[in-house]
């Protein structure tokens, strides 16, 4: 060793330090790849494994070979051979940074953390004070970070000495807000967007203003986590985020118009894509059961959205994503933009993505085949008025919009290219799937892109079929449009995700028949009339007789209850007749099929005869007796000189 160690110090000292230099670096450049090669679970795992290999036999190779021609004062040969080496450690290191960079990316898009924020706001016309006479609102559920654990947090931490009022909905408080029965309420920073969807809120942005705003980082609250294999069938739930943030972690409240769940098989490369209309009438979970929009779950955030979609469908929910909208501009601009044919005869003009409706910040699109930026691509997916079928041709826009991304991303070729929409979608994008599972999906992707199973590749578009009502919802506290969904066109679909997950089998088609004049039309599970009962809402029946009322409420089986109002009393008008309505207990568009009985209250009149003989009705009064028909008079003849009614109130009919 002694007689190695001398024969290398007489070595000349600058081929030394080159040796050993590149020889260090050869070795840390190989490690470094090493370690991030590793953390591409279940990718190409055979070529890694021999590209590993062959990088640790060269570093032997070099660690020996240099080290012999070093001592053999070979010095031309080892700086031939150390300028080589030098090269394959800068593409082992350039290969590290580009696999580290991939998964930090897919990493970051698990949102670990959150920017919660808490608006208290106000009406415009309201004075702002710290005093206890300034009654503030706050959401009793003491999970809501906005909603509740924010605003105390502020409350106690500068001892406001608010007086406050709870509620177990945003849209009860908003309502007193407008109505001034409070003045102010807590709410998410993301209020405007959540709310100006809504016919009573649409200058939400304009109508109040922030007094107090609180922020506060936290470990993501609406994180679910999965246990589900992309190696099996798996559901994802895709949800569109409407904000004017440049990133997704901020706000656990959002904007629900696009819901897509997807059930995917990674064995038949079968997926069944299920868009639900934003205005579909459901059960809200986190309302115990009040039924609402299902857009308006997503005000309380994503558990809320999962457990909503999952009972409408019974459909278990593996994995969840949700996009931002602003995401859109940022993809599309990436891609080089997209082709896009927008419906014919429609011109229209949709707000900025910043939501600006200023006349010079609108993006305005004309109808045909046209090439977009991403702020048009945005406004494309976002508009929906100018269309007779609205949120239904919205769905399918953005339909397009994503087929046009996918067929620009899969023709990339720039590492440049690929990183600037690997930024667009990690800034945009929170899902639950580990960065393990979305590795995983590499083998799917790569399959689904061979020629050999590219022709089996096959996507089921659904449609859910229903109709049009605009009735009473509670939750949204006034008359809205709702979209009421046909339950075999549900069922239809919940099927085609169940045979796509083998869940259940498909029903084999033994005999067809076709023409050659046909033209063939891909079949879209769930679209099909059904000619079955539609639901009905109470109608306002103000100025009507008690006689309709009873044969109204009499065809559908509800009991009616009236009082009398009489002269003096608050609501009588002497200009209605006998038994005119006035008002009523149920409000106007109320679901028929949720009452089984109807108050209401009808004008009663006193009169006065001086007649011999008169001829009188004896009503038996009786406070709240129950009947579905008009009582059944019973009448005398009598000598009188004046004659005076009975005045009844308070009788049932």
């Known amino acids: 060793m002694k007689k190695f160690i001398k024969k290398f110090n007489n070595t000349k000292l600058s081929t030394r330090l080159v040796y050993l230099i590149v020889l260090a670096m050869f070795i840390g450049s190989y490690i470094y790849l090493l370690v991030s090669a590793l953390r591409l679970t279940g990718i190409e795992t055979k070529l890694r494994i021999v590209v590993l290999v062959i990088l640790g036999i060269l570093v032997f190779a070099y660690a020996f070979g240099a080290l012999l021609l070093l001592l053999t004062k070979k010095k031309k040969t080892i700086y031939i051979i150390s300028f080589f080496v030098m090269l394959i450690s800068a593409c082992c290191i350039i290969g590290g940074i580009a696999i580290n960079k991939v998964l930090d990316s897919l990493s970051s898009m698990t949102e670990s953390t959150i920017l919660y924020t808490t608006d208290l706001i106000t009406l415009n016309s309201t004075e702002y004070k710290e005093t206890s006479d300034f009654t503030v609102g706050i959401i009793d559920n003491e999970t809501d970070v906005e909603g509740n654990i924010l605003p105390y947090e502020l409350i106690n931490k500068e001892s406001l000495p608010y007086t406050i009022k709870t509620y177990s909905t945003y849209f009860e408080m908003l309502e007193d807000l407008y109505d001034g029965k409070l003045n102010g309420m807590f709410v998410t920073s993301n209020y405007s967007i959540i709310y100006s969807t809504y016919d009573a809120y649409t200058n939400i942005a304009t109508d109040v203003k922030v007094v107090?705003?609180?922020?506060?980082?936290?470990?993501?609250?609406?994180?679910?986590?999965?246990?589900?294999?992309?190696?099996?069938?798996?559901?994802?739930?895709?949800?569109?985020?409407?904000?004017?943030?440049?990133?997704?972690?901020?706000?656990?409240?959002?904007?629900?118009?696009?819901?897509m769940l997807i059930s995917f098989n990674p064995h038949t490369l079968a997926a069944t894509i299920f868009s639900i209309p934003r205005d579909t009438y459901v059960p809200i979970a986190c309302l115990n059961g009040q039924s609402s929009k299902i857009n308006s779950s997503a005000a309380y955030g994503t558990q809320c959205v999962i457990n909503t979609v999952q009972n409408l469908t019974g459909v278990t929910i593996d994995y969840y994503v949700k996009m931002d909208f602003q995401g859109v501009v940022d993809l599309v601009n990436s891609v080089g933009g997209i082709d896009i044919t927008v419906p014919d005869n429609i011109d229209f003009c949709e707000s900025n993505q910043y939501r600006s409706t200023l006349a010079q910040d609108l993006i305005c699109i004309k109808s045909g085949y046209q090439h977009m930026d991403g702020e048009q691509a945005l406004a494309f997916a976002r508009h929906r008025h100018s269309y007779a079928t609205g949120d239904f041709?919205?769905?399918?826009?953005?339909?397009?919009?994503?087929?046009?991304?996918?067929?620009?991303?899969?023709?990339?070729?720039?590492?440049?290219?690929?990183?600037?929409?690997?930024?667009?979608?990690?800034?945009?994008?929170?899902?639950?799937?580990?960065?393990?599972?979305?590795?995983?999906?590499?083998?799917?992707?790569?399959?689904?892109?061979?020629?050999?199973?590219?022709?089996?590749?096959?996507?089921?578009?659904?449609?859910?079929?229903?109709?049009?009502?605009?009735?009473?919802?509670?939750?949204?506290?006034?008359?809205?449009?709702?979209?009421?969904?046909?339950?075999?066109?549900?069922?239809?679909?919940?099927?085609?995700?169940?045979?796509?997950?083998?869940?259940?089998?498909?029903?084999?088609?033994?005999?067809?028949?076709?023409?050659?004049?046909?033209?063939?039309?891909?079949?879209?599970?769930?679209?099909?009339?059904?000619?079955?009962?539609?639901?009905?809402?109470?109608?306002?029946?103000?100025?009507?007789?008690?006689?309709?009322?009873?044969?109204?409420?009499?065809?559908?089986?509800?009991?009616?209850?009236?009082?009398?109002?009489?002269?003096?009393?608050?609501?009588?008008?002497?200009?209605?007749?006998?038994?005119?309505?006035?008002?009523?207990?149920?409000?106007?568009?109320?679901?028929?099929?949720?009452?089984?009985?109807?108050?209401?209250?009808?004008?009663?009149?006193?009169?006065?005869?001086?007649?011999?003989?008169?001829?009188?009705?004896?009503?038996?009064?009786?406070?709240?007796?129950?009947?579905?028909?008009?009582?059944?008079?019973?009448?005398?003849?009598?000598?009188?000189?004046?004659?005076?009614?009975?005045?009844?109130?308070?009788?049932?009919?």
């Open 212 to 259: 107090k705003t609180y922020s506060k980082k936290m470990a993501n609250q609406d994180y679910i986590e999965s246990t589900a294999s992309v190696k099996d069938p798996f559901t994802i739930l895709v949800m569109g985020v409407d904000s004017t943030s440049s990133t997704l972690n901020v706000n656990a409240a959002f904007n629900g118009d696009t819901l």
């Open 393 to 653: 041709q919205r769905i399918q826009n953005q339909q397009l919009i994503v087929e046009s991304i996918a067929g620009k991303i899969k023709d990339v070729s720039s590492v440049n290219d690929f990183y600037s929409i690997l930024d667009a979608i990690s800034a945009n994008m929170d899902t639950n799937m580990s960065t393990s599972n979305m590795l995983s999906l590499y083998g799917v992707a790569k399959n689904a892109l061979t020629a050999t199973n590219a022709n089996q590749f096959n996507i089921t578009k659904t449609y859910l079929t229903g109709y049009d009502l605009t009735m009473y919802v509670k939750n949204l506290r006034g008359n809205v449009y709702t979209f009421q969904y046909y339950e075999q066109s549900l069922a239809e679909i919940v099927k085609a995700m169940n045979i796509t997950l083998e869940k259940e089998k498909p029903t084999m088609i033994t005999t067809f028949n076709f023409s050659t004049n046909d033209t063939y039309e891909q079949t879209v599970v769930g679209k099909n009339y059904y000619t079955v009962q539609r639901n009905e809402t109470t109608p306002n029946f103000t100025g009507q007789s008690l006689e309709y009322v009873q044969s109204w409420a009499s065809a559908r089986n509800i009991k009616v209850y009236y009082n009398y109002v009489n002269e003096g009393d608050a609501g009588y008008d002497d200009s209605l007749s006998e038994g005119t309505v006035v008002s009523q207990n149920i409000i106007k568009g109320t679901l028929v099929s949720s009452i089984t009985n109807i108050t209401v209250n009808v004008i009663h009149k006193h009169t006065e005869t001086t007649t011999t003989t008169s001829t009188t009705t004896n009503i038996t009064s009786s406070t709240s007796k129950e009947n579905t028909s008009i009582p059944t008079p019973t009448t005398t003849t009598t000598t009188t000189t004046t004659t005076t009614p009975a005045s009844p109130t308070n009788t049932a009919g």
